[in-house]
């Protein structure tokens, strides 16, 4: 299994007292499928994602990520982990404008300490992958929304992660372009076995995924016909 959340409890302050933001939390991903997590705003679901992706130590509960588990491993080994093993696509883009898109990419590279050169190859597969070896000399300013998020999906697969949290890919894309994002998602999990999570409110384009599980009030259930 790649990512597991065990009986996971995250509260926040909340005047004199803590806020529940997740309630005894369980969820288990396996590598090569993809979990939508759906729910209402404030159910819970960016939450639910940051601690899986270890931005936020959860109250109690145990995160394992790839076989590792994050229960007290200090800043520099949790930088290491999300910088090796987890990739994170943003709601937003946020490509640096001065950059092409292959360079968004050779950017990831340098970051984890290797030549931005010798990544190249790298970097242009994984734009042919997304359909977009075409435009890897375009800067974001010449491509188009869902283009911009093709970058954003192959940008965080660059250091070849096991585990990929995505959050609200299609929220700034008409219909048929959250469409086309979503089957490339679900084709890259299966092709890359990665453990997926995709947090959306829209429930559109899900009949594709592997397993659907709704967050409500911060209480996460997985209806037994969708795994």
Same mark, same amino acid.
């Given at each position: 299994m790649s990512l597991v959340l065990d009986h996971v409890t995250l509260t926040y302050p909340d005047g004199d007292g803590r806020l529940t933001a997740l309630d005894d939390v369980s969820l288990t991903v396996p590598k090569g499928t993809l979990t939508a997590v759906v729910g209402p705003s404030g159910s819970g679901k960016s939450s639910l994602l940051a601690v899986a992706a270890t931005l936020i130590a959860p109250d109690s509960g145990r995160v394992a990520v790839d076989g590792t588990e994050t229960t007290g491993l200090d800043r520099a080994a949790l930088t290491a982990l999300r910088r090796d093993r987890i990739g994170i696509v943003f709601q937003q883009p946020n490509l640096l404008p001065s950059l092409t898109a292959v360079e968004q990419?050779?950017?990831?590279?340098?970051?984890? =300490?290797?030549? +931005? #050169? =010798?990544?190249? +190859? #790298?970097?242009?597969?994984?734009?042919?992958?997304?359909?977009?070896r075409d435009q890897a000399a375009r800067r974001p300013h010449q491509l188009s929304g869902g283009q911009r998020q093709r970058v954003n999906i192959a940008r965080a697969l660059m250091n070849d992660p096991t585990v990929l949290l995505v959050d609200e890919p299609t929220s700034a894309l008409d219909h048929e372009r959250g469409a086309a994002v979503l089957d490339l998602l679900t084709t890259l999990t299966h092709q890359r076995a990665t453990a997926t999570v995709l947090v959306t409110h829209d429930r559109t384009h899900l009949t594709a995924v592997d397993q659907v599980a709704e967050v409500h009030d911060g209480r996460l259930t997985v209806p037994a016909a969708t795994v």
């Open positions: 990419l050779q950017v990831m590279a340098h970051l984890d =300490g290797r030549a +931005p #050169r =010798g990544a190249l +190859p #790298r970097a242009l597969e994984l734009l042919d992958a997304v359909g977009l």
